[in-house]
C-alpha cells in the first residue's frame, strides 16, 4: 500500500495536482490492471486524471508517458542491482543505461509529445530538468523497493529466505510483465518470469511456494 502511495505522489507532482483527488483513480486503475488485461487500467487512469486535473486526454498522457519511462527506468536499476551478483560489469552498465534513458526521456518531451497531437490551445510539456527528473526516478526507485522489501520479509515468513538481489530481481520481472495485456495478475506469466529468477539467483531454493504466495 505504501508503494502505491508513492505512486499517487509521482503523479500528483508529474501533473502539479493535489493527491487526494487521484487516490481513487489510481487505487481503481491499479485495481483494474490486476483483474483485467493490463493496459485498461491505464486508459481508465489517463481519463479520469484528466478530469480531474482540468487538462486534455493527450497532455495526460504525455505525463504519464513520461511516469511510465521512470517506472522501468527503476525496473531497470533493480535489475542491475540483481545482475551485479552474477556479473557487476552487466549490472553497472544496465543500471546506467537505465538512467541515461530516462534523462533522454525528459529532454526529448518536446519531439515525442508532438506525436500525440496535443490540441492547439495546450502548451506543449516542458522538460524536468536532470535534478527534478533524477527525482522522479528516486521516488520510483523507493517505490519498487518497497515492494522488493516485502517479497524479501514473505520469504522469509514462509521459510524459503532469499537473497535482497533475487528479490530484486523478481520484482523488476514480474512489474515488467505485468505490461503485458494478461488479466489475473499475469497468471502464467508472472510465475515464469519469477520463477526463472529466483533459479538464477538463487539456486536451490524452493520457488513454487513463494511465488505462489507473493502472487496472492
Same mark, same amino acid.
Given at each position: ?108 518531451? !518536446?519531439?515525442? #509529445? ?9 502548451? +506543449? @510539456?516542458? /522538460? =524536468? $530538468?536532470? %535534478? ?33 538481489? !533475487?528479490?530484486? #530481481? ?9 505490461? +503485458? @495485456?494478461? /488479466? =489475473? $495478475?499475469? %497468471? ?29
Amino acid at each position: 500500500m505504501a508503494a502505491i502511495g508513492l505512486q499517487v505522489l509521482r503523479t500528483s507532482r508529474l501533473l502539479r495536482c493535489p493527491t487526494k483527488p487521484l487516490m481513487q483513480p489510481a487505487l481503481m486503475a491499479h485495481g483494474m490492471n490486476i483483474w483485467l488485461p493490463s493496459m485498461l487500467g491505464d486508459l481508465f487512469e489517463v481519463w479520469a486524471i484528466a478530469r480531474i486535473s482540468g487538462t486534455s486526454k493527450r497532455h495526460t498522457l504525455v505525463w504519464l508517458g513520461h511516469r511510465f519511462s521512470g517506472t522501468l527506468a527503476a525496473l531497470g536499476i533493480l535489475a542491475a542491482v540483481a545482475l551485479t551478483t552474477l556479473s557487476p560489469s552487466v549490472g553497472v552498465s544496465l543500471g546506467a543505461i537505465a538512467v541515461v534513458s530516462y534523462l533522454l526521456v525528459d529532454q526529448t518531451m !518536446a519531439h515525442w #509529445g508532438r506525436w500525440l497531437r496535443l490540441p492547439s490551445d495546450e502548451a +506543449l @510539456p516542458q /522538460p =524536468l $530538468g536532470p %535534478a527534478s527528473t533524477l527525482g522522479h526516478l528516486g521516488l520510483a526507485v523507493i517505490q519498487h523497493s518497497i515492494e522488493a522489501a516485502g517479497i524479501f520479509v514473505l520469504a522469509i515468513a514462509v521459510g524459503n529466505p532469499i537473497s535482497p538481489a !533475487a528479490t530484486a #530481481g523478481m520484482v523488476s520481472i514480474i512489474e515488467t510483465l505485468t505490461y +503485458l @495485456p494478461i /488479466p =489475473l $495478475g499475469g %497468471a502464467g506469466a508472472n510465475h515464469w518470469g519469477a520463477s526463472t529468477v529466483l533459479d538464477t539467483l538463487s539456486s536451490g531454493s524452493q520457488t513454487a511456494t513463494l511465488v505462489a504466495t507473493a502472487h496472492a
